[in-house]
């Protein structure tokens, strides 16, 4: 006889695997056999997953109030990239952190135009494209439904942003882009917000996946409340699955 020293979990895997046995009751012994590799197949799942994700994001303003007559606010295309860490607390439901780097920002059109001398020449001015750049945390809720070996999710969650970089630059009648200036931030540069997503997981092989996700940011109001930065991105990214 030998004794063989099981941890914790060592312990709480094998409990599990023989309640799931004692669970299985039928008259046909095939589906017995397949429903006991299934309970052993879940209790094996692996639980976190280490990925990365990146899009281009079209950002824009909500603003709080009315914008000057005269000029128009679109969307500005930039984009977001970084890492995330997913634990799986039960097979439909799991903990996401996330650390991004988001570019966003907001078209500013002068619908008459203006004029502009940059010290050599005077410049016709059409737009002007405002960029903020942000270290983005996110902690999200993320539930699954399984359909086969692609998983479908939704996620919804509350993040924190902390403003890095702000700037501007003109572009001309002609589409031509000046220089890129960049401001001294005064204010305290944090930002709050909800993010919403809808996707799937697309397995490669055993342990990497590959995902798709539209996803939503929307602030709160950054720091000196004068304007809410949105941003849509459609997100692709690669994840491991690394600990059982």
Known sequence: SRIIKLDGTSILILSNMIKKRT?????????????????????KEHKLIIGMHGATAGAMLLYNYKPISGNEYKTRLGYIVGIKFQYKIKPKFALCFEANYESKG???????????????????IKKTEYIDDY????????FIFNKKKIDYFTNIGIYTSYLIRKGSRDITTDGTKEKTYYYVITNI?????????LGINIPID???????????????GNSHNKYQPESFALLFGLA????R
Not at 135 to 142: E, M
Not at 208 to 217: D, L, V, W
Not at 240 to 243: A, V
């Open 135 to 142: 270290i983005t945390v996110p902690v999200i809720a993320k």
């Open 106 to 124: 907001y078209m500013q059109i002068y619908s008459n135009g203006i004029v502009y001398n940059n010290g050599y020449e005077n410049l016709a």
């Open 240 to 243: 491991c699955k690394c600990i």
């Open 23 to 43: 669970e299985i009751s039928s008259n046909d012994p095939e589906k017995d056999q397949q429903q006991v590799k299934e309970a052993e197949n879940q209790v």
């Open 189 to 197: 540069p944090l930002n709050f917000g909800l993010v919403t997503a």
């Open 206 to 220: 055993k342990r990497f996946q590959f995902s798709i996700e539209t996803r939503n940011n929307l602030g709160f």
